[in-house]
């Protein structure tokens, strides 16, 4: 059935429009965009007020299904997702089992189309069972429909396999997602390492173990002429590196995370376990690096690392809690927080950071822009709109959030997602 | 002199000189206490004092149970598992069944830095830290800053030399921000594997020279070196670390004539300090014993004795 967007105000990466349009969507595509359409028996959404942007795309989301359903299912991620205005979301390999061969990333794909929510792309692993030792079946990776790997939770240590890896998933059509980390340099720390380390008592993770990867990595690329994506990067060197790579033409992409670009370590103080992250949270010369590679360019997108965890698993002491927090439904408010509202990016440099640029980097062609013949994936926000972060509100399953309290400006009102309405705010209607 | 107006004692960061030195002033009165032949006070009578113990530890627990007792206070120990994974059931947990028996006040010593927040956050009874992960361990610091005090009268421009494993000491946390706040000059001295980033944002000195960390010292202070840190890489030999840095007869000689030597205990003799030092006309170890009972029902007493 036809779906039509009334009095919409556009904003693609390429800008605002200026007046409000209608947009006919129809078999899942946008099939007309005009300054007045009218369709008998469509569905009218009124957007009157609001703007219209591309579904935002997440390049790096833990679904934790198979394995952890306590911690989130892919029903619960997908709906987190869609409220936060997110239409495609790319879940890492990190599950029980690995996401390392073609039936599980056939599972998962099955599930996310009885759950219809949200396009779920699922992030196959670099090495069997993650372990950093084989790589994985690849092209039968890819025939199953993913479009990226990675062995995300870790860092691909050994780098005669990195150059393996690397080849081989050019031949496959692959992006291969590094997670930045020297496990022996971060040693198991428990947040930046520094001053804040030595005074709290807990073992610091250098940034350079961060950049080590980074470094090497770059070089690999440029020697084999292949890409390679760099998650969630976390420091102000990374951003130099990253940009010094790309200036010279090594095709590295990148990146960051709302909590990267929000918080600094000053925040573990309170030893609340939310703030334990991997990466861990850095300093404030390091968010100000972040932004200004947002600003630059050097960082192409912003994922959120969804990393939900119960709060069985979060009530331990810090040195014994799994890292991570989840990021999906505050990430647009954190990002007009942070971005917009504080200078660095304008609202269609914003869309282009969570949906045209993502589309971008993963190949999605269809995707990350409205326009005619594009999928149907859009986000309904209003940017005035006052709300505060509570677990009342969060309908992910789990609620380990640095943000609870946090009072934030910008909501999504309505995800529309292959064409259907997926998610309306229960405030809004 | 101020008045204490604290629930818990956690570190000496969040502690002000006034309250240092209510402590210090308070353990004073207390001291004469255990030298009497009925070592017992009334002053903490029918209140319960718990010892949550994660971590082995026989003389900290040994001193605050006995500055419990000789408070009139019941005690109890509790052996906690060291993680709480292990055991399955989380430090709050254990934490909230020791609060449900009505008990006013948990010693809490556990591997984890910031355990003891934990408590404090999650229940209502008065938390005292007795040594958390490499993050604090107040008490040790109050009772090193009152043995200092008592020979020396003040701290003010007093040289304390602390060396050996400052990256993973509590001990050394602790004191550094106790004694810096009582006018000291506090200087870290130790391998340079084992200075931890960013310890001169702390307001010390820090320094791989033994030589020119002990000249001039008033206060040698040897802390424990762990076997363990070779296997981490840290040393390349325990053998190396005592060529280099174990307080010896000759280096003392570097120091002030009337240098204190201290250790927090338990010391590896031979190792970070010599037999003869340890045992010398300088050394004040078992003093620093002695005065831990004083100092830890110093704290008790504050924290619970002024509420009723």
């Known amino acids: 059935m036809a779906l039509l967007i009334k009095n919409a105000r556009i904003v693609n990466a390429a800008g605002e429009d200026k007046e409000t349009k209608d947009i006919l969507i129809d078999g899942g595509k946008i099939v007309q965009i005009a300054p007045q359409i009218d369709r008998e028996g469509a569905t009218v959404v009124d957007a009157k007020g609001k703007k219209v942007l591309p579904g935002f795309i997440d390049l790096h989301v833990h679904l934790r299904e198979p394995g952890r359903e306590d911690k989130e299912t892919i029903e619960s991620g997908s709906r987190s997702a869609v409220k936060g205005g997110f239409t495609s979301i790319f879940c890492m390999p990190n599950t029980t089992p690995a996401i390392d061969t073609a039936q599980t990333v056939q599972y998962i794909l099955d599930q996310a189309r009885k759950v219809g929510l949200v396009n779920v792309y699922p992030v196959g692993a670099i090495t069997k069972n993650r372990a950093g030792v084989e790589i994985t079946e690849m092209m039968d990776l890819k025939r199953a429909g993913c479009l990226g790997v990675s062995d995300d939770g870790r860092g691909l240590m050994n780098s005669g396999l990195m150059r393996r890896a690397l080849e081989y998933a050019k031949m496959a059509g692959l992006l291969v997602m590094q997670h930045c980390e020297d496990d022996n340099l971060s040693a198991k720390g428990m947040m930046n390492e520094g001053a804040l380390s030595t005074l709290l008592g807990l073992k610091g993770d250098p940034f350079i173990a961060e950049t080590v990867i980074i470094a090497r990595d770059i070089e690999i690329a440029r020697y084999l002429g292949t890409r390679v994506h760099f998650m969630h990067i976390s420091s102000a060197r990374s951003v ?165 309290g946090w009072a934030l400006k910008g909501r999504v009102t309505t995800t529309v997602c292959g064409g259907k309405l997926v998610y309306t705010d229960a405030r809004a209607s | 002199m101020s008045k204490w107006k604290h629930k818990h004692l956690m570190d000496l960061q969040d502690t002000t000189r006034d309250d240092i030195e209510l402590i210090l002033e308070t353990a004073r009165s207390f001291k004469e206490v255990s030298s009497r032949e009925i070592k017992k006070v009334p002053a903490l009578r029918g209140k319960t004092v ?89 008490t040790q610091a109050l009772l090193d800053i009152f043995t200092i005090k008592e020979k020396f009268g003040s701290l003010e421009g007093v040289k304390v030399t602390i060396v050996g494993d400052i990256l993973h000491s509590r001990v050394a946390r602790s004191n550094i921000a106790g004694m810096i706040k009582m006018g000291a000059h506090v200087v870290v001295c130790g391998p ?36 363990e840190r070779q296997q981490d890489a840290f040393l390349p030999s325990i053998a190396e670390y005592v060529r280099e840095f174990c307080i010896t007869p000759e280096r003392l000689k570097m120091a002030n004539a009337r240098a204190l030597v201290m250790h927090p205990g338990p010391t590896n003799r031979g190792i970070e300090i010599a037999a003869e030092v340890a045992d010398g006309p300088q050394s004040v170890i078992l003093e620093q014993v002695t005065n831990g009972i004083a100092i830890r029902m110093a704290v008790l007493y504050l924290l619970l004795g002024r509420k009723t």
């Open chain 1, 240 to 404: 130099d590196l990253i940009r010094r790579a790309r200036a010279e033409g090594v095709k590295v992409t990148c990146e960051a995370t709302p909590h990267h670009f929000t918080l600094t370590e000053e925040v573990v103080k309170s030893f609340d376990t939310s703030t334990k992250v991997n990466p861990p949270l850095r300093t404030r010369a390091d968010v100000d690096a972040i932004k200004a590679g947002l600003k630059d360019g050097t960082i192409d997108c912003i994922a959120t690392d969804h990393a939900p965890h119960t709060h069985e698993d979060k009530e331990v002491e810090y040195d014994g809690a799994p890292p991570g927090l989840i990021g999906l439904e505050t990430a647009f408010a954190l990002a007009l927080k942070e971005l917009v509202a504080g200078g660095v990016l304008t609202l269609p440099q914003l869309v282009d950071k969570m949906s045209a640029s993502p589309a971008r980097v993963m190949g999605l062609e269809n995707k990350g822009d409205i326009a005619v013949g594009k999928d149907a994936d859009l986000a309904i926000v209003d940017l005035g709109c006052e709300w505060k972060v509570t677990k009342e509100d969060t309908v992910s399953k789990s609620k380990n959030s640095p943000f609870m």
């Open chain 2, 50 to 138: 718990a010892m949550l113990f994660a971590e082995p530890s026989t003389r900290t627990r040994v001193s605050f149970e006995l500055a419990a007792k000789r408070l009139s206070a019941d005690t109890l120990a509790i052996q906690a598992a060291a993680s709480s994974l292990v055991k399955g059931e989380t430090l709050l947990d254990t934490a909230l069944n020791i609060e449900a028996m009505n008990v006013d006040l948990v010693v809490v010593r556990h591997g984890a830095s910031g355990a003891p927040q934990i408590l404090a956050n999650g229940t209502s009874m008065s938390i005292v830290n007795a040594g958390d992960g490499c993050r604090a361990h107040p």
């Open chain 2, 192 to 227: 340079s594997t084992l200075l931890p980033v960013g310890i001169e944002e702390m307001g010390v000195e820090a320094t791989t020279d033994i030589n020119k960390a002990l000249k001039g010292a008033d206060v040698v202070m040897a802390l424990r070196m762990q076997k």
